[in-house]
């Protein structure tokens, strides 16, 4: 097929003379950069602009004070108002955790010293002016960006915008005093870093240079690290004693330093548990018992310590914040476990040779296709508390009085002990709210149909002879369910746990359709809560550093996952 | 025995051994369950059907189907809602990102997957964390970004189709979807297609295309799906002229108040499109979500 499409003489010709000019080796290679930056380029600059950037651009948008505009800089002021002292603990530990992260480098690059042997001596003076580089470079944006928002504003008032226009609010843009000294700085520290490349690049020789992109790179990065993360601890620690400053005129008394003593301590503690049962896996069977206790009782301290401390620390913060994120987690107990369980059961079923098979699978997936809009709009007239809507009928003619479902902001608990005649029924055992409720069998109804398809990928790639050696062997059904299929598909159950749990923390689109006024709080996620801000308040920067708090709590979802997927799942 | 051996997936020899009544109610069963299964997917798109044509009497009392059909209520939402407005609007956005998705996507997914180039790892890595950014952290710096962007551009962004599209002109998941689908073909066929003169753009175009049909549907699929079913970003650019279904949809569902035979024709309306779509590529789309593990 190739051949014959192909063999046009005008190509031919054309790529000739192409040729002619990129026949040498270093010459097609430079070629194929370029075809390949050309490939690449409108996907990474779309992505780069709406997917990269606006992570930068959030930080800085949450250590303003933005209403809609760009007002004054308030630092961890938003975060403090979210959660609390929290704000601070996190400061540090992002602190802690990027000084790690540069020790981790430099013992990597360490590491390849010893391996191989080539001195990195000439390589690392670039990576540390390379790093350097960066933090100036992003020091440089840093002073760049309000001006540079200021041109919308400035061009609005001009009503012929000529190229002369955007040229002089460019320059302008640029020759702000500040703006200056930052690029200077920055331009004169990666000339340094140039210089030195090209130093260490003649001086070393070609056996020197087969690692010198590694021993750059990551004295680079250990070297941006190392300044972020002194810099986020001063940071940090300035925003402590400001705080305090505050709270003395204002005669408040405030325990921030306390507080994140203690909560460090806690993680700490809770970090030691944690080696500590891990080493047990190296003694031998008595000795590991003890060392395990001695976790335990290590896990339990801290979790003590964690459990009295926090909702202290994070107790000063927005009271919605908790609230959303207490509805994010029942929502997330009360859906992913029921999510997996029916999507296994049915996958399981549909794994036979059975009529229909593929009809079944194309109905469980309907409901995922639909647009949640629409299929919340269906649950809202369902589950409505008229007493004549859908579900409350079924219920009238199974002879049980209807319920207030979507517009019920009362426990579900509570709401079902009314029925048994409890009318004093303790808050704490409340439940989340029957709303709520209707809310997760939405995501549940929505949701098992994928789980299906995903499990029945991972059924088909279970090996068949696993089946027959069981099978010979006298195997039962459930047994060979126990102990061969559900192990081996454990891959697919953390992937869709995982998937599942950040799903819910995501959750938007349906919950503010099937949100309704009489049961308002009460159904709002963490994302609702994120997007209130946003969309009716207009507090960017507070909305952006709840955000934050979310994607940290994700963050740390997916890192806790993929540990115990490392250590638990078994992949055959 | 009969049992365990009806978990695996081809019928074998041994499966006959069991006895039959036994076979038949572990048979039974397994339809009983999936009937039910089934029947819960179903049974709310069969009650929004039947509601949709009910008059507004019925659709309020306890009735499951209605004693005469009222076509006429899809007219009447479609006029009511102004779906006409909503409806255009969707399809314009649907088919202007799905384009870009399919160009911008499968000439990167090419490099990455076929090319060498300096910074492909850096680059593409960049890419994948993108990935583990949930949509409420980039929703408002986009939002400034596209307001930014339409006060300096030429034309306004926002509450235009430049904000409802551009931004999702790529994706990285399709782009991860196209690149391990293209590194499968043989690199045989690009020898071959140089010795014929051919360069990477023609390569692509003749050959890696035509063999990746099954790749590219999926990709057109679920930016279909995506764009169409889009949600909260919308709602945050869009004032009036560019809103989409969706909003429309959610907009209505307040205005119609008590009006539900109205409201679920809007929902019919809103789903009609997916629905077509799905029944048609059935088999693509639950195979391109086994093979992947989109969600969302």
């Known amino acids: 097929m190739a051949t014959t499409t192909l063999d046009h003489p005008q190509v031919t010709s054309s790529t000739q003379e192409k040729k002619s000019i990129f026949s040498s080796r270093r010459g097609r290679r430079i070629r194929e950069n370029v075809t390949a930056y050309l490939f690449i380029a409108p996907a990474v600059i779309i992505i780069g602009i709406f997917g990269i950037m606006p992570v930068a651009f959030a930080i800085y948008v949450s250590l303003f004070q933005w209403i809609i505009k760009q007002k004054e800089f308030l630092g961890f002021g938003n975060y403090t108002k979210a959660i609390g002292n929290l704000a601070y603990v996190a400061g540090f530990w992002l602190a802690l955790g990027a000084i790690i992260a540069a020790v981790v480098f430099a013992r990597r690059l360490w590491r390849i010293y010893r391996q191989s042997g080539q001195s990195p001596w000439l390589w690392i003076p670039t990576g540390i002016a390379g790093g350097a580089a960066i933090a100036l470079l992003v020091k440089f944006i840093v002073?760049?960006?309000?001006?540079f928002l200021g041109i919308a504003d400035k061009i609005r008032g001009i009503a012929v915008k000529t190229r002369e226009v955007y040229a002089q609010l460019l320059g302008e843009v640029f020759s702000a005093p500040e703006v200056v000294t930052a690029?200077?700085?920055?331009?004169?520290?990666?000339?340094?870093?140039?210089v030195l490349a090209v130093i260490a690049y003649f001086l070393g020789g070609q056996a020197a240079r087969i690692h010198g992109g590694e021993y750059v790179s990551y004295s680079m990065l250990a070297t941006s690290m190392a300044i972020i993360g002194p810099l986020l601890g001063w940071f940090t620690y300035r925003e402590i004693v400001q705080a305090y400053v505050v709270a003395i005129e204002a005669e408040k008394s405030v325990d921030i330093w306390p507080q994140v003593g203690t909560i460090s301590g806690g993680l700490i503690l809770l970090l030691a548990a944690w080696f500590v049962w891990r080493s047990a896996e190296r003694a031998d069977s008595t000795k590991a018992t003890f060392i395990r206790l001695a976790a335990a009782a290590v896990l339990i301290v801290a979790g003590w310590i964690l459990i009295g401390e926090v909702p202290a620390a994070g107790a000063s913060g927005d009271k919605d914040i908790w609230k959303g994120l207490q509805i994010t987690v029942w929502y997330s107990v009360g859906t992913v476990p029921f999510e997996l369980g029916i999507g296994l059961v049915l996958a399981t079923l549909l794994f036979q040779e059975i009529r229909g098979k593929s009809i079944y699978r194309m109905v469980f997936f309907l409901p995922y296709v639909t647009p949640s809009i629409a299929s919340a709009a269906i649950f809202r007239v369902l589950f409505s508390n008229q007493p004549a809507a859908p579900v409350n009928s079924l219920l009238t003619?199974?002879?049980?009085?209807?319920?207030?479902?979507?517009?019920?902001?009362?426990?579900?608990?509570?709401?079902?002990?009314?029925?048994?005649?409890?009318?004093?029924?303790?808050?704490?055992?409340?439940?989340?709210?029957?709303?709520?409720v209707v809310i997760m069998i939405f995501n549940i109804w929505t949701y098992v149909g994928y789980n299906t398809v995903i499990y029945l990928a991972g059924l088909g790639s279970i090996p068949k002879e696993m089946y027959e050696a069981a099978a010979v062997d006298g195997a039962g059904r459930w047994s060979i369910f126990r102990h061969i299929t559900f192990p081996l598909l454990s891959p697919t159950t953390y992937f869709l746990t995982l998937l599942a749990t950040?799903?819910?923390?995501k959750a938007f689109n349906h919950i503010w359709v099937l949100r309704e006024a009489a049961a308002l709080g009460?159904?709002?996620?963490?994302?609702?809560?994120?997007?209130?801000?946003?969309?009716?308040?207009?507090?960017?920067?507070?909305?952006?550093?709840?955000?934050?708090?979310?994607f940290g709590i994700i963050l740390t979802l997916t890192l806790i996952n993929n540990r115990i997927a490392r250590e638990k799942v078994f992949y055959g | 025995m009969a049992n365990a051996i009806a978990l695996s997936a081809k019928p074998s020899p041994t499966k006959r051994q069991g006895s039959g009544w036994q076979k038949r109610i572990s048979h039974f069963v397994t339809h009983f369950l999936l009937m039910a299964g089934s029947f819960i997917a179903i049974?709310?798109?069969?009650?929004?059907?039947?509601?949709?044509?009910?008059?507004?009497?019925?659709?309020?009392?306890?009735?499951?189907?209605?004693?005469?059909?009222?076509?006429?209520?899809?007219?009447?939402?479609?006029?009511?809602a102004n779906f006409s407005e909503h409806f255009k609007n969707s399809v314009i956005i649907t088919v202007i990102t799905v384009s870009g998705q399919v160009v911008f996507c499968t000439l990167a997914a090419y490099a990455f997957g076929r090319m060498n180039f300096v910074g492909k790892d850096v680059i593409f890595s960049l890419m994948l964390m993108t990935l583990m950014v949930p949509e409420m952290v980039v929703l408002i710096p986009n939002f400034l970004t596209v307001t930014w962007l339409g006060r300096v551009g030429p034309i306004p962004w926002t509450d235009n189709w430049p904000a409802l599209t551009i931004p999702f002109m790529a994706s990285t998941v399709n782009i991860f979807l196209l690149r391990q689908f293209f590194a499968q073909i043989p690199n045989d066929l690009w020898d071959?297609?140089?010795?014929?003169?051919?360069?990477?753009?023609r390569f692509l175009i003749q050959i890696v295309l035509p063999l990746s049909k099954a790749a590219i549907m999926t990709v057109v699929i679920f930016g279909f799906i995506g764009s169409w079913n889009a949600f909260a970003w919308p709602m945050l650019v869009t004032q009036k002229a560019w809103q989409p279904i969706t909003i429309g949809l959610n907009?209505?569902?307040?205005?119609?108040?008590?009006?539900i035979h109205l409201q679920m024709a809007g929902a019919v309306i809103t789903i009609l499109p997916i629905l077509i779509l799905y029944f048609i590529t059935q088999k693509q789309f639950t195979e391109g979500i086994a093979h992947t593990g989109l969600k969302g």
């Open chain 1, 502 to 505: 950040i799903g819910t923390f």
């Open chain 1, 183 to 194: 690029r200077n700085w920055f331009l004169l520290i990666l000339g340094l870093a140039l």
């Open chain 2, 251 to 259: 907009n209505f569902l307040d205005e119609a108040g008590p009006k």
């Open chain 1, 143 to 147: 002073a760049v960006l309000p001006n």
């Open chain 2, 43 to 80: 049974v709310p798109f069969l009650w929004m059907t039947s509601a949709s044509i009910m008059s507004e009497g019925e659709a309020r009392s306890a009735r499951l189907i209605p004693k005469q059909a009222h076509f006429e209520n899809y007219l009447e939402a479609w006029k009511q």
């Open chain 1, 397 to 436: 003619v199974v002879g049980i009085s209807p319920f207030q479902f979507l517009a019920e902001p009362k426990g579900v608990f509570t709401v079902l002990a009314q029925r048994f005649g409890l009318t004093d029924f303790p808050s704490w055992l409340a439940g989340p709210s029957l709303a709520l």
């Open chain 1, 522 to 550: 009460n159904t709002d996620t963490f994302s609702v809560v994120i997007f209130e801000e946003m969309k009716r308040n207009a507090r960017y920067g507070y909305a952006s550093a709840l955000s934050f708090v979310l």
């Open chain 2, 192 to 201: 071959a297609a140089q010795i014929d003169g051919a360069d990477h753009l």
